[in-house]
């Protein structure tokens, strides 16, 4: 969040809409409930299979649903915090100008990249709902898990499009983060 805020120094803090904190307050906190909820499916599978001799039955199916739920939870909070897998190998020969220009080009390869993955999964919930598509074990409706993710992508592809329309602005003080300075 502190990267967001040096973007723009002349606004105070308090006005305006804070998207992290909204990201946090809506997907973070379903994020750790899905997150709880996986401790919890594990700890009491566990222990009623080797103390009770009697596992939680679907779990394997609960895991692999709240897993994948997980997964598309966070990929907006990881787009907006910029922690995606960046590999910056040209950034130390390059000026700020074209690490600037490259920046809003990932952002912008990276919003059309999310979009699409968007379509296609919108594409793919509408045929499992038309279809009535559901898990083997507990017959849970797989169609709201895939419009799930759609949204998922889609917020994080608006996110990666505003980054691309306006790339963060590298400051000393991050460059100092990063390298471990006070």
Known sequence: MERLRHRFPDQPPDEGLDIG?????SLGVGATLILFSLVLIT????VGRYLFNAPLSGAFELTEILLAALVFLALPLTTERREHVEVDLLNLALGRKTQRLLSAFAGLFSAALLATFSWRLFTHAAKAAHDGAVTNALEIPLAPFGYLAGVSC?????IAFLRGLQPPIEHDTDQDHLEGAP
């Open 21 to 25: 904190l909204l990201l946090d307050r």
């Open 43 to 46: 700890c009491v599978d566990v």
């Open 154 to 158: 889609m917020v994080s592809a608006f």
